[in-house]
């Protein structure tokens, strides 16, 4: 039976790799401190005998007793609204917490996740985003407290790679969406959702061409296991290469709850990507992945979670 560290394990996506891991058969720790995470996310595990939950800050030494075969490092803020407000903090996770991790997958001899972003190709200038480019970020913007935190978490995991020899992996994570999102972390489909359910005007950054390509959260958590099981030590790709404008997603959604929200505009963030869009073709060749669910399909599913928890 594997056994996986999950950092961030409370969190959106971490809750879910947890849901996923332990169905394939590993015994999961998750490790959070909550700061961004919710316990309700991984409650329904706490009558599991295969799960544990360790409220702690991995910006610390971290301590496992016992045999560890997976590190997936998800821990850190993840949305704008999350990073802009803790800034040091995103940047610690992604320095200290990424160097804690990795010692202790040298320590255990575990193979190592970093769980990556496409945000480490800033406004991008080269479009669809291969692995192969390095990127167009403003290291001194506020977005950049992110950005670099998790260029950086990179940079380490490949020194860890070629300098102990740690089994690493790197997962470039595009915009993702599903149940467990946070209704206030400030996203397009939280915000679209919560004020089309309440029947409030739609906020659209910009004039709303910018793009983006969603990619729902049990295509990319198939993706991201598929990873960890391969040989790939270079970043890959994980996302839903249909793009899609973010005002033509705000009208999506609108059509999908039935709701009467008109769409309205405001200014854009600074150094908010224009464009959005995975190339996928290393991840389908090395992991024979390809996202399954539409966005209609995965906006449905959504949608039933956010009901229960909008109050109109």
């Known amino acids: 039976m594997p056994r996986s560290l999950i950092t961030g394990g409370a969190g959106f996506l971490g809750s879910h790799l947890c849901d996923s891991l332990l169905e394939r058969g590993h015994e999961v720790v998750a490790m959070d401190n909550l700061l961004t995470g919710d316990i309700r ?29 997976f590190v997936f490092h998800f821990a850190s ?28 997958s040298k320590e255990k001899n575990a193979t190592f996740l970093l769980a990556s972003t496409s945000e480490v190709y800033g406004d991008p ?13 403003n290291p001194v913007g506020p977005r950049g407290v992110y950005d670099e935190a ?32 946070r209704i206030d972390d400030g996203r397009a489909l939280p915000t679209f959702m919560c004020q089309a359910l309440r029947g409030e ?21 198939e993706g991201i296991v598929r990873l960890s099981e391969s040989s790939e030590s270079d970043p890959v790709n994980i996302g839903n290469p249909n793009e899609i404008t973010i005002r033509q997603f705000a009208e999506e959604v609108v059509g999908l ?16 990507p224009k464009r959005r869009r995975p ?25 039933d979670y956010f009901r229960e928890k909008v109050k109109p």
């Open 257 to 272: 709850t039935g709701s009467k929200s008109t769409i309205t505009f405001t200014d854009l963030p600074v150094d908010d």
């Open 125 to 137: 200038d080269v479009h669809p985003q291969k692995e192969t480019y390095w990127g167009n970020v």
């Open 77 to 104: 803020p993840a949305s704008p609204i999350d990073y802009l407000q803790l800034p040091i903090q995103t940047l610690k996770v992604g320095a200290l917490g990424t160097h804690k991790a990795l010692g202790l």
């Open 150 to 181: 998790k260029r950086f978490g990179e940079a380490m995991t490949m020194a860890y790679h070629r300098y102990h020899n740690v089994e690493t992996r790197i997962v470039r994570i595009f915009n993702t969406y599903g149940p467990r999102m």
């Open 279 to 303: 190339n996928i073709e290393r991840a389908k060749s090395i992991l024979d992945w390809a996202p399954q669910v539409d966005l209609r399909e995965g906006l449905k599913k959504t949608l």
């Open 41 to 69: 996310n991984i409650e329904h595990l706490f009558g599991n005998k295969k799960f544990s939950f360790v409220l702690y800050d991995v910006t610390q030494f971290i301590h496992v007793p016992g045999e560890i075969d």
């Open 201 to 221: 005007p739609i906020s659209v950054f910009g004039d709303g061409t910018q793009t983006r390509s969603f990619c729902y959260v049990s295509d990319l958590i």
